[in-house]
């Protein structure tokens, strides 16, 4: 069964209330409500968990290796001053998609710079809440294609040499 961990950074919590124009009105339980639902359809066990708080999340992040195949990350306002969340994802070498509400390269310079983005696999920005459902998908694509992968170069080695 594959395993998605989906971390949500500071004032995530405030959804639906918290700039509507930027972020819309979707609450922060209908996304997770969301994600729960697709990733049940799938087959898949998803954990979210949200802090406002960098160390609760770098903690999340650490308990995520060994359980996890992927996860999803909103840093909220980390993306652009967190180096501990940056070192986190790349210590426990788990594939990470890092999502955000707003197109971050359409507001404020200092928005446009991720220092988390560069430790994941890829950024989904811009798509409201549709980027975690984005986000959940590229997870899961990319964790069949590795298992994909590993399997051919598994049943590759077993394979005997020609008899001469």
């Known amino acids: 069964m594959t395993k998605i961990q989906v971390v949500h950074g500071p004032n995530l919590n ?20 969301e994600l729960a639902r697709r990733a049940a359809e799938r087959g898949v066990e998803l954990r979210t968990t949200q802090s406002n708080s960098e160390g609760e999340l770098v903690d999340v ?19 652009h001053t967190s180096l501990a969340l940056r070192d986190a994802i790349a210590a426990v070498a788990i594939p990470t998609f890092e999502v955000h509400l707003s197109n971050i390269h359409a507001r404020e310079e200092f928005r446009a710079r991720s220092l988390t983005a560069a430790a994941c696999v890829g950024l989904i920005s811009g798509f409201r809440e549709q980027s975690y ?32």
């Not at 997870?139 to 590993?150: C, D, F, G, I, K």
């Open 14 to 33: 405030l959804l639906g209330t918290r700039e509507p124009d930027i972020y819309g009105k979707t609450t922060l339980a209908d996304i997770d409500a």
């Open 61 to 79: 992040i650490q308990r995520a290796k060994g359980w996890a195949d992927a996860i999803v990350i909103n840093p909220g306002s980390y993306t």
């Open 133 to 164: 459902y984005l986000g959940l998908d590229a997870a899961l694509a990319h964790v069949e294609s590795t298992r994909r992968s590993h399997g051919k170069r598994q049943s590759q080695g077993r394979r005997r040499a020609p008899k001469r």
